[in-house]
């Protein structure tokens, strides 16, 4: 990790410790200290979780940030009511911050560079969800917020978009556990077989780039898979095609934020009616259900496609910080996890993340072999 890296690390802990402190004195709440004693708490075990992350290049700092709340909440024995709404607040709210930032980082023409790959990316979605929903539903009897992030998080960026889904469909700590859980070790078994398989049936640059791009779920997964691949052809320089194929997806988490927004507004608000037997507002149901940092979210992707955001530190800050608040965010989420029930009630959801992984590949495949030479030329792109 550079300076520049720990730097950005100790701006975000100010400006997350300072918005919790923030927070409760505009609210006129009693300064816990058992809370922001948890609060520090996520905010160091982020920070190790990221040099965890930056010793290898497989597994990235937010699954390492989950593991290490989930192990010390299960090694830690009466933990107290306060300390409990201390990392409750580090996995609400640092969560919108971090989405908000990762908007920051992405750019609308990237859809427009990579329109070749456009088809492949929807379809894979569509039968992400497809697979999480039939198989999830009627086999494995799975929640649907289950299979929403599932399907989401193997479909567009593993953990940012079961963080960002869950968070619209109100899941609770142990489903998003479980869902990241089953998308991270399918994204590990991509990123290290992939460019192996790729030279053993022979795939050229273009057709390995449409492959990482759009069945690897994690951005550093796709960089590390694509630089192994590079490594074993004996490139010397690897232009980044699979990375921009896959920003390609990491964009559409808008629309399909949006998609699960008014499916989710749908269903709530036919259930208050039911419930209440009464007219329930439509503009009353959005204000309850509609996740309002989805829209600065948007603002931010919006800013940067403008070209907005040029300078080197506050790009870095905005990639390295979205990243940090996330991992802080499932530190959070960790210390609300069992360990015992990781490997009890978290085996349906892996099985159902092992299916919707093998079903992209399987896909991704199909496509790249059939349609080789419209894959062949396509540009790498970045």
């Known amino acids: 990790m550079t300076a520049q890296t720990w730097m950005i690390i100790l701006i975000c802990c100010v400006l997350a410790y300072g918005y919790a402190v923030l927070t409760d004195i505009i609210g006129k709440k009693k300064l816990i200290a058992r809370k922001y004693f948890a609060i520090l708490i996520v905010l160091i075990s982020a920070a190790a979780a990221t040099l965890l992350a930056s010793l290898q290049k497989h597994v990235g700092a937010p699954i390492f940030g989950l593991f290490i709340g989930m192990i010390i909440y299960n090694a830690t024995s009466g933990i107290s009511s306060d300390f409990k709404e201390g990392t409750t607040f580090a996995s609400k709210k640092y969560l919108s911050f971090g989405i908000v930032l990762v908007g920051a980082t992405l750019n609308f023409t990237q859809m427009a560079a990579s329109v070749r790959a456009l088809p492949l990316i929807l379809f894979n979605i569509c039968l992400s969800f497809s697979i999480a929903f039939i198989l999830g539903r009627l086999v494995l009897k799975q929640s649907n917020n289950i299979c929403t992030m599932v399907g989401g ?11 960002a889904l869950g968070s619209i469909i109100k899941a609770s700590a142990d489903e998003i556990g479980y869902a990241i859980t089953a998308v991270f070790l399918f994204d590990v078994i991509a990123c290290l077989f992939y460019p192996y398989l790729a030279i053993a049936i022979g795939l050229s640059p273009e057709q390995f780039s449409f492959l990482a791009g759009t069945a ?7 960089t590390a898979s694509a630089n192994q691949y590079a490594s074993l052809m004996g490139m010397e320089a690897y232009d980044g095609g699979a990375v921009s194929i896959k920003l390609v997806r990491t964009t559409l988490l808008i629309v399909v934020a949006l998609v699960v927004t008014a499916i989710t507004l749908r269903a709530r608000t036919k259930a208050s009616i039911e419930e209440s037997a009464e007219n329930v507002g439509y503009a009353s149901a959005i204000k309850q259900v509609f996740p309002w940092f989805i829209l600065v979210f948007i603002c931010m992707a919006v800013l940067n496609t403008t070209g907005l955001f040029t300078n080197s530190f506050i ?5 390295n910080g979205s990243r940090f608040l996330i991992t802080c965010a499932l530190v959070g989420v960790g210390f609300k996890m069992k360990l015992k029930d990781l490997f009890t009630k978290g085996l349906k ?7 919707t992984w093998l079903g992209l590949a399987i896909a991704s495949m199909i496509f790249i072999l059939l349609f080789s030479s419209f894959v062949n030329n396509a540009p790498l792109f970045g």
């Open 216 to 222: 690897i779920n994690d951005t550093s997964s796709v």
């Open 315 to 319: 790009i870095a800050f905005f990639k």
């Open 349 to 355: 959801p892996l099985l159902l993340g092992g299916c």
């Open 153 to 163: 998080g193997t479909s567009i960026c593993g953990g940012t978009a079961i963080a």
